[in-house]
């Protein structure tokens, strides 16, 4: 089962693979994802359908993400506060207009660690350019340690 310190790079893989399936497995059957757009999609067979949606109908970009913390939130529940960019199709830098903070809520089940709360909040800093130009050097550097597979 998951372990939940590989969760988000479970999720960004399933992703960067195109395996909409696979992305809403990690979910919890009630399991919640927020995008980037504020879409709302609650439990895994509606998950799987809208990325399928998705994926038929985009070339979609790469994910690149790092954890910045976890928080005990109860027993077998874990807050995880996280960063993500999106490598477009045929570049290899990101575009900061998509940078996002994640937030996750994982919950253990059956031994391994499922998505209960996916949400996906532009990194605008619009008050704030500095943290804006300091997440996007982070998330190149992620990039540069990450081999980005292409779908």
């Known amino acids: 089962m998951n372990d939940v310190a590989t969760l988000q790079a ?3 893989g399933r992703w960067n693979a195109r ?5 809403a497995a990690l979910f919890t059957d009630d399991g ?3 995008g980037f757009d504020g879409s709302t999609v609650v439990g895994v067979g509606s998950i799987a359908d809208h990325l399928d949606e998705i994926f038929a109908s985009h ?10 913390a976890y928080e005990s939130v109860a027993t077998d529940v874990i807050l995880i506060r996280a960063i993500a960019g999106l490598v477009p199709p045929g570049r290899a830098d ?5 940078n996002a903070v994640q937030t996750i ?5 059956g ?3 499922l998505v209960a709360l996916l949400q996906n909040t532009p990194a605008a800093f619009h008050q704030d350019p500095e943290a804006s130009a300091a997440l996007t050097a982070e998330l190149r550097g992620l990039i540069r ?5 292409e779908p």
Not at 94 to 98: F, N, R
Not at 105 to 109: E, I, L, P, S
Not at 145 to 149: D, G, N, Q
């Open 10 to 12: 479970l999720l960004h």
């Open 105 to 109: 809520v994982a919950t253990k089940r």
């Open 94 to 98: 990101i575009d900061p207009s998509l």
């Open 59 to 68: 070339v979609t970009p790469t994910f690149v993400g790092a954890v910045r």
């Open 19 to 23: 395996d909409a399936v696979g992305f």
């Open 111 to 113: 031994g391994g660690w």
């Open 145 to 149: 340690r990450t081999s980005i597979v």
């Open 32 to 34: 919640v994802l927020i």
